[in-house]
């Protein structure tokens, strides 16, 4: 379950258009949201609230050993925050819960970018975005963090800071008073996504440690080989670089990240490729979304060196309230009860429009004007035209006729099935996952109850040390509950 | 003097296997007991203190340190049966049971480890047990001690220099460490502030390190106290080839163990020692001096961390398991150097007398080291001896002499009383053969030819040395303490007045030199009047003394029936007033007229 500060913080990086899923650090985080989810190990209790527009506050309270209990402020200046944020009650469990991320192509967001500055002035007339002049029209803005623990008097703070449309800085602190522990460290983060690439500089004071990593998305542009003509699917190859400066350790890895769709089924998959060069480890993940209720993933770890193997698997099961799930269809006609979240559900479709567009623009002028059924915009254009060139689009229309309708087949089923998961109300979710080294077995249920955010779990370890496959259980690090309320 | 091993146990091949074992428990002795789950470092006491980065080379040579460090206990193991010999030299026996195998350092739970690491400056790098899985000692190792001495004062303090050596020794072990360390760093740090990586997971590395040629010399101070032997490292050379399984860490590795054995000797291993001598020796006061000791050195240390390291280091104590045994050609080596060896002191020279003192080690008290001393000791200062060397009647009956039966005596059968009934509960030696029994001749009480002065000196004599025997024997540990001087309790036996002034000079008598023993002499032979004047000399011509007294009674011995061995008694030096005792006389001294000499020496 999202911590609520760590909900605004994405909430922020969404109302700025900073595409957090594009950063190296998160190109595993579908496998890793489904095989290494924390369980919570006390019972904890967190309120949170909304005090203005602009301020935030959390009270959290921890049941360990002794009770230990935290406060954070926040504060931020971005605009609009208030209408995408949810408190506890009306919040859907997929935004409150890390699970399988849907990865948009980069691409799309491109393309937006790329249609506000260069190409888009042939098309300005034909869609009217609001996202787009938002684009347009930059302002930084920032999000400060501070929170403080208590008994033990440990400060964590934390500000990010958009600098421009293309850089984001981000400075965190902690630092302690207690008494022999020298906790006074600070790490910065330089990201810059421009173009394809999302790069980051890190530094850390803690061991001196310094980073750097990048992301880079191959396909910038729908791909021309596919057989599947709506093109939704992502490659992007990443890489990163760490050195602690007091003691030398280095660090490295290179990723690989193809996100694509089934194209009969439409149901999103993720395959991740991870190598570390320097201690030859090797990591592949596959991730599946098989209906809207479940996700699965496997993960196999193999190291070239020690020819060490793992293999983990993990799932989650989403328990949908039938009565007030909604239909695929009703995000057009406005009748969800969450109106304001199927407004940005029709800014999202307006933006696969929109992209789409571009996609039709690439390939040939015939093709935009035969997806004049679709687009109202190219009717006009095609009035302009004599009879002749009339009766070559209508050919032209007929010989792709039957493309044309598949992909338009291929790309509703695709987004259906994304609608269906986003819009549907789920009322809880069991999580598991098990690792054959570690042997063991995680299991986390969180869900909804009465306008609070719950979430339970517990780990079972089977050691062979202990003498059999008795299952070890212990209760006192392994089991925990977190209740949240915001509001 | 020089002190081999027992040969057969290094040709054995169970020795190889008890050290490999010795040692690996003993490495992963500490991993059981600080192994906390997860983000809990391990480390030894010793080397946590002397890494102090996170890097690679400084984190395994953590493992390799400490294992170096029980390779060079294990070569220290020569030092500590050296001081067995030392203590078998001194005629202990039965305590000295010392094999000549491995010690083992246990090593308590880690304080310092606790405190350090919030500051995550120490790092969860050791995966696994340390494995010993090769040991080799095809060399003996060799122990001499070049130079004793033991007439230092306090009696209870032995000095000793001692060269060490060990060579062509064979270590090699194995073990699991952890090379990413970046990780181990990144666990520990607070997740707010790092940074997520990608792909970071362990990569465990199998590693063996290799301790060839191990070559060991070291020249050593030892100091034997009453309850601990401590020892010093003057000259130490320790050299040997190191090899690693993973040759980008071998220099660095290698570097650090060279870094670190200085502070093994100097701290660690004298520490060990000295609490396990303390352990061993006095297992009572253990507890108590190991506080002690632990106060000393954190009084020494004003620094803070090394306070801790300090205490920790106390708290090693070396396996008792291993003393159990020693070499069985060491102790018959020993044996044979006690036996011939009888010194002047004599007490505690005697097994049978040590195994009935078991725990008495301060018995080696003033001895030296004198061959035919037994000569000396064929005389005992008595009655007997002082009345019949100056009157040689040939009378049968004798008459106890006690002073009170000297005032009260009514029978012409005279009642020996053992000097035991002076002190209560306490073994006389010089009495406990009946025939040394200090009788007055019954023709001396008869003639009325005794004077009371006399009589009363030789008493007094008698009574001093057994009361400082006895002393020692109950008090092992306050022989330090200067006896005070000791008015002798006359009071019960002597009630006249008369008496009363004879106890003043007696008293007198105690303190003064040979002068007042002259009275003596002069009852006796003229031969012996010829020594009489050279005692009178100078004290440091005891030894031309000894040897001229040597001849004397040999001359004497010609005259009279020589003492058989077994009658031999042996008179005992009390702390303040030391004697060379010379008596010689006959078995059946009451019935013969033979000569008796007696000189009584005060030094």
Partial sequence: ?????????????????????????????????????????SIKFQTSNKSTDYTYSTLELTRGKKINGSLTYLYTDVEGLNKILRNSNTIALQDAIETYKYIQPSFTIDNSKHLTNSELLSFKSNVSNSRNTTYNEFRPSSLYLGRLYYPSSVLEAMMIKRLSPYTQMTIKCISSTTRGSNLNFWTFYWQHYKGHNCQECVFSSNDGLCGYRILHNVTTSPSKFNSSLYNNSSLAVGAELWLSLSSLNPGCSTSLRYCTHSAYTGRPLTLTFTWNPLFGHVSSTYSAKTTSNSTFTTKYDFNLYSTEANLSFGCEFWKSDTLTSLSPTSINTNTSLDVEKAKIKIDAQSEIIDSDNTNQEMFSSNRKISTESSIMPQNENLVNYSNSQQQYI?????????????????????????????????????????????????????????????????ELLFNRQNKGIQPMINPATQFGINIQYSS | MSFKFNENLFKDEDFNEKIKQKLTNLLTKSLVKDDIPKSNSIYYDVTSSLNNSNSIGSSTSAVTTATTANNVIR?????????????????????????????????????????????????????????????????????????????????SLIKAIGNISCCNAFIQLETVIESNLLMTTLQMSPSFITPRLIDNNS?????????????????????????????????????????????????????????????????????????????????????????????????????????????EINKIVLDENDLQEISIENMSKLASIIKSRYTLSLHGTNPLISNSYPNNFINFNGCLERQNLYRFISAMPSLQNFYHGSKSNNKRNFIANTNETNATRSNSIGYRVTESHHIKGNKIRCTTNNEKENYLPQDVLDTGNFELNDIINIQNKLYERNYHNSNHINNDTNSNVQPRNRVIRLNKLLKSKKNKKLKEETKEKINVTAGSESTIYTRENNQEEFFESKL????????????????????????????????????????????????????????????????????
């Avoid at chain 2, 000295?96 to 195998?101: D, Q």
């Avoid at chain 2, 047990?129 to 001690?145: A, C, G, R």
């Avoid at chain 2, 009453?226 to 130490?236: R, Y």
């Avoid at chain 2, 163990?257 to 020692?273: D, G, M, Q, R, W």
Wanted: glycine share 2%; net charge positive; with cysteine.
């Fill in chain 1, 394 to 458: 209508k050919d032209v229309t007929h010989t792709f006729e039957s493309s044309l309708i598949r992909l338009d087949k291929e790309k509703s089923i695709i987004e259906d099935f994304e609608n269906k998961f986003n819009n549907k109300k789920y009322s809880s979710v069991w999580k598991l996952s098990t690792s054959l080294m570690d042997k063991n077995l995680k299991i986390l249920w969180e869900g909804k109850f009465k306008g609070f955010l719950l979430s339970a779990g517990t």
């Fill in chain 2, 536 to 603: 009178l000399s100078e004290t440091k011509e005891m030894n031309k003394f000894v040897d001229s007294l040597l001849t004397n009674t040999v001359n004497n011995g010609t005259n009279s029936e020589k003492p058989s061995d077994s009658s031999l008694s042996s008179p005992t030096i009390s702390k303040s007033i030391g004697f060379v005792g010379l008596n010689s006389y006959n078995s059946l001294w009451g019935y013969n007229n033979n000569i008796n000499n007696s000189i009584i020496i005060t030094l």
């Fill in chain 1, 1 to 41: 379950m999202l911590d609520y500060m760590d909900y605004i913080v994405r909430a922020f990086e969404q109302q700025t258009n900073w595409y957090s899923d594009n950063s190296y650090e998160n190109i595993t985080a579908t496998s890793r949201s489904l095989l290494n989810f924390t369980i919570p190990q």
């Fill in chain 2, 75 to 155: 070569s220290s193991t020569d030092k500590y049966s050296n001081f067995t010999t030392l203590n078998n030299n001194a005629g202990l026996f039965k305590t000295s049971k010392v094999r000549n195998s491995s010690t083992i350092i246990s090593t308590g739970t880690n304080s310092v480890n606790k405190s350090l690491s919030n500051s995550n400056k120490i790092s969860n790098f050791l995966k696994d047990e340390i494995k010993i899985t090769k040991v080799d000692f095809p060399m003996i190792p060799q122990v001499e001690i070049l130079d004793m001495d033991i007439t230092t004062e306090p009696r």
């Fill in chain 2, 203 to 311: 990569f465990k590395v199998p590693i063996t390190m290799t301790f060839s040629r191990i070559k060991l010399e070291a020249i050593t101070n030892v100091f034997m106290r009453n309850h601990g032997i401590s020892i010093s490292f003057n000259d130490v050379s320790l050299d040997f080839k190191f090899d690693c399984s993973i040759k980008i860490l071998q220099n660095t590795i290698e570097k650090k163990l060279k870094n670190s054995i200085y502070s093994i000797f100097k701290e660690v291993l004298p520490t060990a020692i000295f609490n396990t001598s303390q352990h061993w020796l006095n297992p009572n006061k253990f507890n108590q001096n190991n506080t002690n000791s632990s106060n000393n050195n954190s009084n020494s240390n004003n620094n803070k961390s090394k306070d801790e390291i300090l205490t």
